[in-house]
Antibody
Framework: QVQLQESGPGLVKPSGTLSLTCAVSGDSINSDNWWGWVRQPPGKGLEWIGEIYQSGTTNYNPSLKSRVTMSVDKSNNQFSLRLTSMTAADTAIYYC?????????????WGQGTLVTVSS | SSELTQDPAVSVALGQTVRITCQGDSLRNYYASWYQQKPGQAPVLIIYGKSNRPSGIPDRFSGSSSGNTASLTITGAQAEDEADYYCKSRDSSGDHLGVVFGGGTKLTVL
């Protein structure tokens, strides 16, 4: 059974940088799947942040691209999200997902999510 | 970027059939996938491709697609189906291939 677990600070200061990690179990970061991040502001809908492949190839949401960096850590079987210049609008639950990157393209496993609040 | 449009709220009587729709240009080229989210929980994949269900998803959930509209049908809705439902597809309207979610539909089972 694949499991994803997000970790990182729950509070980030305005203009600060968010760093989150997603630990993967039950699958290998080196598998043929992609790995991604989705966020959800409190009481609102889902927003795709981006995705990364084991090689380091990435696709980012154009609206966040200038502030987002994703990376993979093969030795620890995890991947990470870095989001700079945080504002209150970035307050959200952040989910990591496994991406089945085929013609059907879907997110089959989700982490439980971690709430990140931007506040001084 | 492209958009996916969903009705904000839909209701269904217990045991009846309900269809939740998702409209957008990207659906002419890409399959939708559907996610169920209950309060305080992470979304769960319920439909992908034409009408594929992951293991453990009841067969009362089905999907279909025509033109720019994808639909999720629940045949014989149960009380536990009350949740938010999101569609998602790829989005090739920009310079790079991205992803777009619908705004979500809140399903109430009466």
């Amino acid at each position: 059974q694949v499991q994803l677990q997000e970790s990182g600070p729950g509070l980030v200061k305005p203009s600060g940088t968010l760093s989150l990690t997603c630990a993967v179990s039950g699958d290998s970061i080196n598998s043929d799947n992609w790995w991604g991040w989705v966020r959800q502001p409190p009481g609102k809908g889902l927003e795709w942040i981006g995705e990364i492949y084991q090689s380091g190839t990435t696709n980012y949401n154009p609206s966040l691209k200038s502030r987002v960096t994703m990376s993979v850590d093969k030795s620890n079987n995890q991947f990470s999200l870095r989001l700079t210049s945080m504002t209150a609008a970035d307050t959200a639950i952040y989910y990591c997902v496994r991406v089945i990157f085929t013609a059907l393209y879907y997110f089959d496993y989700w982490g439980q999510g971690t709430l990140v609040t931007v506040s001084s | 970027s492209s958009e996916l449009t969903q009705d904000p709220a839909v209701s269904v009587a217990l045991g009846q059939t309900v269809r939740i729709t998702c409209q957008g240009d990207s659906l002419r080229n890409y399959y939708a996938s559907w996610y169920q989210q209950k309060p305080g929980q992470a979304p769960v994949l319920i439909i992908y491709g034409k009408s594929n269900r992951p293991s453990g998803i009841p067969d009362r959930f089905s999907g279909s697609s025509s033109g720019n509209t994808a639909s999720l049908t629940i045949t014989g809705a149960q009380a536990e189906d009350e949740a938010d439902y999101y569609c998602k597809s790829r989005d090739s309207s920009g310079d790079h291939l991205g992803v777009v979610f619908g705004g979500g539909t809140k399903l109430t089972v009466l």
